[in-house]
């Protein structure tokens, strides 16, 4: 699996590049202020208003640090209704990527509580530990109706295999 490498403040995580659609500078966000504090601000994006996760406030609580490798990470997002919806993620130093079977992913039952499940296996590289994020459970059901709510993207609503 390919995978796109960022972190959230020292640590590494990784995205599956196959959700990826465009990796995007840092670009001005409008903020929202009826929006939770790990939504960065929403902009248009191939004539679409979109919002941007920021992922360093949503893991430690913190936003993310203005680096010149700070980056939104386009991403094919589908909802539980199976609607293909596209959002931003905010992350510190996209810059590489990584390219490991799915056999050395490891299962390390991080998942506490529900609000939690989109930190998903990790992945031992001579870099250290990386984290992978489950893109599939980054939202839960109340935050995909509130933040993606009427922006569906693809008219044939229809789940990648």
Same mark, same amino acid.
């Given at each position: 699996m390919l995978m796109l490498l960022f972190y959230v403040g020292d640590n590494l995580y990784a995205l599956d590049s196959s959700q990826v659609v465009e990796v995007i500078p840092r670009v001005v966000l409008r903020k929202t202020h009826q929006m939770p504090d790990y939504v960065g601000g929403m902009f248009q994006y191939r004539s679409a208003i979109v919002p941007v996760i920021d992922l360093c406030y949503l893991i430690r609580g913190q936003p993310s640090c203005s680096y010149l490798s700070t980056r939104i990470i386009m991403v094919n997002y589908f909802g539980k209704d199976n609607s293909k919806r596209c959002i931003g993620l905010m992350a510190e130093r996209v810059t590489e990527t990584l390219n490991k079977p799915d056999s050395e992913l490891i299962d390390v039952a991080t998942k506490l509580d529900e609000t939690h499940g989109y930190l998903g296996e990790m992945i031992m590289d001579e870099k250290g530990m990386i984290q992978r994020i489950r *893109?599939?459970?980054?939202?839960?059901?109340?935050?995909?109706?509130?933040? *993606?709510?009427g922006r569906n993207d693809d008219s044939n609503n229809t789940k990648p295999n």
């Open positions: *893109l599939e459970s980054l939202l839960s059901d109340s935050q995909q109706q509130y933040l *993606l709510a």
